[in-house]
């Protein structure tokens, strides 16, 4: 049998931990056992039924120094029907073609192993090291979000920590490891809009009111809005209706109300509260009797380039050759809770073609290439 590497070691004893979301299957307490060992104070935080945990190990000049915090998430998302799977989804292994198999292999379970390896190396060569390194782990992301890194900022927070550097380990390469890095989200913000009319027959529409009829003008001069141009860093604003409702289930009966789900991804060009606003003016324009539920999932951020961002790419750079480019395209990670600190967050980790996927699989290789990217940002940043 091929001898493992210690980061293809980790990362299969975490894969085989079935850790869908939010259970977490030990997979945090294996982490933070190998982090205690290097000297970490470790701080586990269970916030309602969600694991989660803070580490933070200081150099020659502790909390003086930068901070570069690794940040995480080991829930994984349901592993969708077994008999589809080539191996089974907790059964990982490395095939005949060099790729790791199994559920989390890319998102992002081999992130976490090269984080920790890439850590515990670095540890022992510079265990002087300048600053703090720190770790943020959470069973929360693939699920809710609502009692996982969310609340741990909230209380690193409230106790005045600083985190100056972020590496996400999200899944951010397309067709190369590191050909892609996030340097920012869009924002993003969801509503549920009721529309009211009156019940009715349909052979006596004089009588009732069809807010189907009633919001589809509405409803189409939103989708036809224009809300921003974007920026150098982001793409304009869009709309998307994913879910409308209405009826009662008979085709002679004129329904009382019609529900319409839809969501902005927005860029820094638009506000929160700018959009509600044109929102409304426009359902208000219509005539229409409603209620809308706002949902805030999270605000655009930006890392511009500088010291994280540029040693992130010299890293790359020198492990694989690679020039890399700077993204804000996708959807929405806990970068966007953890940029709420001030600190400057950039996502890296393997190839996402696989990701949320039947048969999710990942190069083996590559996550040795990561862990070698992961030290040498280190090296750059706090040696």
Aim: hydrophobic letters at 40%.
């Amino acid at each position: 049998m091929t001898t493992l590497s210690p980061t293809l070691e980790l990362a299969c004893d975490l894969i085989r931990r079935p850790s869908v979301t939010p259970v977490d299957e030990g997979c945090q307490e294996l982490m933070m056992r190998r982090l205690a060992a290097l000297g970490f104070a470790v701080e586990h935080m269970r916030i309602e039924e969600v694991e989660n945990f803070w580490a933070k190990r200081g150099g020659r000049d502790g909390a003086q120094g930068p901070v570069l915090c690794f940040a995480g998430h080991t829930d994984v998302v349901p592993t969708g029907p077994l008999e589809a799977w080539q191996y089974q989804p907790f059964d990982v292994r490395v095939d005949d073609e060099g790729m790791l198999c199994g559920r989390g292999a890319a998102d992002m379970k081999g992130s976490l192993a090269s984080m920790i390896i890439a850590v515990e190396r670095f540890v022992a060569d510079h265990p002087n090291h300048k600053g703090a390194i720190a770790f943020l782990i959470t069973s929360d992301e693939e699920g809710p979000a609502h009692h996982g890194t969310k609340a741990v900022v909230e209380r690193l927070r409230e106790r005045g920590e600083r985190l100056d550097w972020c590496i996400v380990g999200e899944p951010s390469s397309t067709t190369l490891l590191g050909d892609v890095v996030k340097n920012g989200r869009r924002g993003s913000l969801g509503a549920t809009l009721t529309v009211y009319g009156k019940q009715g027959h349909v052979a006596y529409p004089h009588l009732a009111k069809n807010p189907i009829h009633l919001a589809a003008g509405a409803l189409a001069e939103l989708a036809a809005e224009h809300w921003d141009d974007g920026n150098a860093y982001f793409p304009p604003t869009s709309f998307q209706v994913s879910n409308l409702n209405s009826g009662t289930g008979a085709t002679n009966v004129i329904p009382g109300e019609l529900k319409a789900v839809f969501n902005f991804r927005f860029s820094t060009e638009s506000t929160v509260e700018g959009l509600q606003q044109r929102v409304n003016a426009i359902l208000d324009k219509h005539g229409l009797d409603y209620l809308i539920d706002w949902a805030l999932s999270g605000l655009p951020f930006l890392t511009q380039p500088g010291e994280l961002l540029d040693a992130v790419a010299a890293s790359i750079k020198s492990v694989t050759g690679r020039e890399t480019t700077p993204s804000t395209s996708g959807g929405t990670s806990d970068g966007r809770f953890i940029a709420t600190l001030g600190t400057q967050v950039v996502e890296l980790g393997p190839v996402n073609a696989t990701i949320h996927q039947i048969n999710e699989r990942v190069l083996a290789s590559d996550l040795d290439l990561l862990t070698e990217v992961y030290y040498q940002t280190l090296v750059k940043l706090l040696a």
